[in-house]
């Protein structure tokens, strides 16, 4: 499609997610695979990390929304990615509020002054 | 200034004009202070995009939960088990997308925009002539594509306020995401950058680090 722009991803609850489709970013059909992942009880670490990969590896994604008690599960791969795009935003989730000290960006951030540098 | 020209330092300096010819460690300490100024600019820049990265995550995670109790009202109205995946339809297409610039390089920025949009229909003749009233008329096929269908059709035709509002917080969401990313990306950018000084600051001034 000329001009497109990129999709918005997300990973979450199921209200995270109904939420986040009900805003339309959802896109599903016969050809792509889906924009976003709703975490089930059954849903295994190994489908997070998958998809989580798979939407690190598409082109046609810029952002991708996790809840951040997801994005503990894939940490190690959160943490190796370091392309502009797609950007991760961690998010909270219903049943785990906000952490700043998990957020992989805060903690990069947190980590770039020593004592020596502020001489 | 002139007593400060060390009698070895015979080597020319970059800027040839300087009175009293400079000496090496002038042009090095010069070089210094303006990479040290530079730093400091860099710095104030990066903990200026912290602050308000901190405060549009604020937002975001408010936007979030007002969406949530949204939908809880809207299940409450509905029914448990009629909003939710089981309504997600086979067939999606996004109403918004990303439009991602390079404001410099490796330096992305996004913003979100509606997708799908199609020209306005046209009401009333083509032609400033009178319409012929009688006979079969062609309607000309809407040259875009379809419009995406809004998600809230999948809940049913007339749906509660609840959701409505828990549309209108995610959309929101939506936007203050966009914005978190470009942040996001921006301290990375400048963190980036500040390695690269303090690097270059470092080979200048050994001594100091």
């Avoid at chain 2, 970059?14 to 990479?35: F, P, T």
């Avoid at chain 2, 530079?38 to 995009?49: P, V």
């Avoid at chain 2, 999606?92 to 306005?120: D, I, N, T, W, Y």
Wanted: proline share 5%; aromatic share 4%; net charge negative.
């Amino acid at each position: 499609m000329m001009g497109r722009g990129k999709l918005i991803a997300v990973m979450g609850d199921e209200d995270t997610v109904t939420g986040f489709l009900l805003g339309g970013i959802g896109e599903l059909n016969k050809n792509c695979h889906p924009n976003f992942l709703v975490m089930e009880k059954d849903t295994t670490i190994h489908e997070i990390e998958d998809t989580f990969q798979q939407f690190l590896n598409r082109d046609d994604i810029g952002i991708i929304l996790i809840n951040e008690y997801i994005a503990e599960m894939v940490r190690q791969a959160l943490d190796a990615h370091q392309h502009s795009i797609p950007t991760v935003v961690e998010i909270p989730s219903k049943k785990h509020p906000y952490d700043a000290t998990k957020d992989s960006i805060l903690r990069r951030a947190r980590g770039m002054f020593t004592a020596e540098d502020l001489r | 200034m002139e007593d400060l020209v060390c009698p070895l330092a015979v080597l020319p300096t970059a800027g040839g004009d300087r009175e009293g010819g400079g000496s090496r460690s002038d042009c090095v300490s010069m070089a210094a202070l303006d990479l040290r100024a530079e730093l400091d600019s860099l710095l104030l820049q990066l903990l200026g995009d912290l602050e308000e990265l901190e405060g549009k995550r604020a937002v975001l995670n408010a936007r979030v939960e007002e969406g949530w109790l949204s939908l809880a009202k809207a299940r409450y109205a509905m029914g448990t088990k009629s909003v939710g995946p089981l309504q997600y339809a086979s067939h999606m297409e996004p109403q918004v997308c990303l439009q991602a610039s390079e404001a410099q390089e490796g330096l992305q920025k996004f913003e979100v925009v509606r997708s799908g949009v199609h020209a306005p229909e046209e009401v009333g003749p083509r032609e400033a002539a009178l319409r012929r009233r009688k006979g079969p008329t062609k309607t000309p096929e809407p040259q875009s594509s379809e419009a995406p269908r809004d998600p809230l059709n999948w809940f049913g035709i007339l749906v509660p306020h609840s959701l409505r509002q828990a549309q209108a917080s995610f959309r929101d969401g939506l936007h203050l995401a966009a914005d978190i990313a470009s942040l996001q990306n921006r301290i990375d950018w400048g963190r980036s950058q500040l390695r690269g000084l303090q690097e270059k600051l470092k080979q200048l001034e050994p001594g100091a680090a």
